[in-house]
T-cell receptor, first 113, second 117 residues
C-alpha cells in the first residue's frame, strides 16, 4: 500500500526565513498531493495541492514542487511569519485508488519573531 | 467554520463502554471519512464511505464501527474492543472521487477528543 514519509518532524526558523518540508511516497499510481495546515487546537485545512501532471505550483508565499521520478514532493514557505506556526501534513492519493488519502506524520513549524 | 459538525467536543469513556461520535455535514458531499490523530502519528484512516449504505475499512478499523444511513451523517462508534481509544478523532468529507480527474479535497470537522476514565 501507499506509504508517505515526511521530514523534518520539527522545524524552527526566524521570521522572514524560508521553510522547506519534504515528503516521499511509495505508490507510483498516486496522482494527487495536498498539503494541510493544522493550527493548535483547530481542524486541518487545505493550503495548496498539486497534480502529478504538474511540476510546481505557487500561491503567494507558498509553493509545492513534485518530482514524479523520485517520488517526492516538497512544501516551500517564503518570508515566514509567526502566524505560519502550525503542524503541516502532506498527503498522497491512494492506496485505495483515488478515493482515499495517505497522510505523512506531520511537521511542526515554529516561526520565532 | 461550518459545513462539518462534530460532537461532542470532549468525550469520556468508561471501561467496557461503547461510545458514539457524531459527524454531520451540509456540504452535499457523497464521501465521508473518520481519522484518528495521535501525537507524532499523523492522521490514520479508520473508516470511509463513498455513498449512503456503503462503507469500507481503513488502516485501523479494529475496535470501531460506523453506519451511513443518511448522506449527511457518518457516526463512529468506539467499542469496548478498542483497548487504546484515547485520541483526537477527526471526521472529513469530500466529493466522490470517481476517477483520476477529480481531486480528493477533504474538509475536516473540528474534532472530538476522547479520553478514558
Amino acid at each position: 500500500g501507499e506509504n508517505v514519509e515526511q521530514h523534518p518532524s520539527t522545524l524552527s526558523v526566524q521570521e522572514g526565513d524560508s521553510a522547506v518540508i519534504k515528503c516521499t511516497y511509495s505508490d507510483s499510481a498516486s496522482n494527487y498531493f495536498p498539503w494541510y495546515k493544522q493550527e493548535l487546537g483547530k481542524r486541518p485545512q487545505l493550503i495548496i495541492d498539486i497534480r502529478s501532471n504538474v511540476g510546481e505550483k505557487k500561491d503567494q508565499r507558498i509553493a509545492v514542487t513534485l518530482n514524479k521520478t523520485a517520488k517526492h514532493f516538497s512544501l516551500h514557505i517564503t518570508e515566514t511569519q509567526p502566524e505560519d506556526s502550525a503542524v503541516y501534513f502532506c498527503a498522497a492519493s491512494g492506496p485505495r485508488g483515488y478515493s482515499t488519502l495517505t497522510f505523512g506524520k506531520g511537521t511542526m513549524l515554529l516561526v520565532s519573531p | 467554520d461550518g459545513g462539518i459538525t462534530q460532537s461532542p467536543k470532549y468525550l469520556f469513556r468508561k471501561e467496557g463502554q461503547n461510545v458514539t461520535l457524531s459527524c454531520e455535514q451540509n456540504l452535499n458531499h457523497d464521501a465521508m471519512y473518520w481519522y484518528r490523530q495521535d501525537p507524532g502519528q499523523g492522521l490514520r484512516l479508520i473508516y470511509y464511505s463513498q455513498i449512503v449504505n456503503d462503507f469500507q475499512k481503513g488502516d485501523i478499523a479494529e475496535g470501531y464501527s460506523v453506519s451511513r444511513e443518511k448522506k449527511e451523517s457518518f457516526p463512529l462508534t468506539v467499542t469496548s474492543a478498542q483497548k487504546n481509544p484515547t485520541a483526537f478523532y477527526l471526521c472529513a468529507s469530500s466529493h466522490r472521487t470517481s476517477g483520476e480527474l477529480v481531486k480528493n479535497i477533504q474538509y475536516f470537522g473540528a474534532g472530538t477528543r476522547l479520553s478514558v476514565l
